[in-house]
DNA sequence: CACGGCCA
DNA sequence: TGGCCGTGG
């Protein structure tokens, strides 16, 4: 999933790219947040182990899972009340390449929820909820009702083409938003300026990965980045067995590019014939060219596409009619839950106009919001 | 995921 | 006061 241990790279060989930051310095800001990932993680932390019961998850009267609609309801109502302007981006059509290691993953998912219940049956109750974890798929169904969530809370919603990873990567490069918050590392292969990641765990601040400090501390290109992180191993083609990070980092950073790496790697394999089996096996399609172009260029709606976002306020009548009637919300929570929004309405553009005033004159900030703002949206604001 | 309750 | 646990959905 993503880049295989690009994180310990990154720690080890660019340690300066990585800050850890709180959310009150976000304040002001617009990130685009990976939902699909998200949801994978709010229904895995909603997940309760009964002993004697196994797993329970939290679901409506029809038992669809509800998990991720409680979790990205908090972390919206969190981001808003640090004045932060959350975007979700959802998953579109996986890319071709991608078939593969998504074989892979629902193959997997079988063979975790069949060990489940044989743990189950077993009454290994802490075991079976490891693999309860591992067997959760998100359907259709349980993104469209956080797509249908998210629409009556007026918060602003991207279906991505693609992967969204990539899309959120367009939307920081565009200037939409300043960072793409995902947990998933390909962001950065994507060309995401700024990741943050970390936002699961209340313990540990979170931590903001900056791409250009990311080249500086490697010394490499994005061309040189982009083929490290393929050899490291990525979703869209299988990698060579006997290069893990380190291997990836040490060749790039001698050779460049994948071609030239596996000049020598194929010479290195000659040579230790004779002696015991090949140290390095390249697989039969190593579709390292494929997963360059998509990295490079993946499926993604850019900025001129892209409708105005917008944070309003919730459809107050029909949300609650979505949670409590539908999804089995409790008339409190929602209440609540209103009650934050409107605590919150605001807070962005007023912390904003905090800083306004301490960054100097009006003249000056006057001029850098014009310029942002004439590149495409016709004479709209673009800021509100 | 957040919240309330319980206990050191 | 702050960490852990059960519940909610």
Known sequence: MGIHKLMSLIDEKAPDAVKEITLDTLTGKKVAIDASMCIYQFL???QTLKQGFG????????????????????RTLSLLDHGIKPIWVFDGKAPQLKAG???????????AKEKMDQL???????????????????TPEMTEDAKKMLRLCNIPMVEAPSEAEAQCAQMVKDELAFATVTEDMDALTFGTTVLLRGFGNRKDPIRQITLSKVLEGFEMSMDEFIDLCILCGCDYTSSISGIGPVK???YITQYKTIEE???????ENTKSKSATKKRY??????????SRAFFNEPDVTKKEDLEEFKWGTPEEEALTKFLTEEKGFSEVTVNNALKKFKKTKGKANQ??????????????????????????????????
Not at 120 to 138: N, T
Not at 281 to 290: A, G, N, S, T
Request: aromatic fraction near 6%; charge should be positive; hydrophobic fraction near 30%.
């Open 44 to 46: 895995i932390s909603t």
């Open 55 to 74: 797993v329970t998850e939290l679901r409506d009267k029809d038992g669809n899972l509800t998990g991720h609609l409680v979790g990205i309801l908090n």
């Open 101 to 111: 290691e998504l074989e892979e993953r629902k193959e997997k998912k079988k063979e």
């Open 120 to 138: 189950m049956e077993e009454g290994k109750d802490d075991e079976a909820a490891k693999m309860a974890q591992r067997s959760i798929r998100v």
């Open 248 to 250: 990836a980092f040490k």
């Open 261 to 267: 790496v596996l000049e020598v790697l194929e010479k």
């Open 281 to 290: 096996q390249i697989p039969e399609e190593f579709l390292y060219k494929e």
């Open 351 to 384: 912390k904003r106009l905090d800083t306004f005033f301490k960054m100097g004159t009006k003249k000056s900030t006057s001029k850098v919001t014009k310029t942002k703002a004439a590149v495409k949206s016709k004479g709209k604001k673009s800021f509100k």
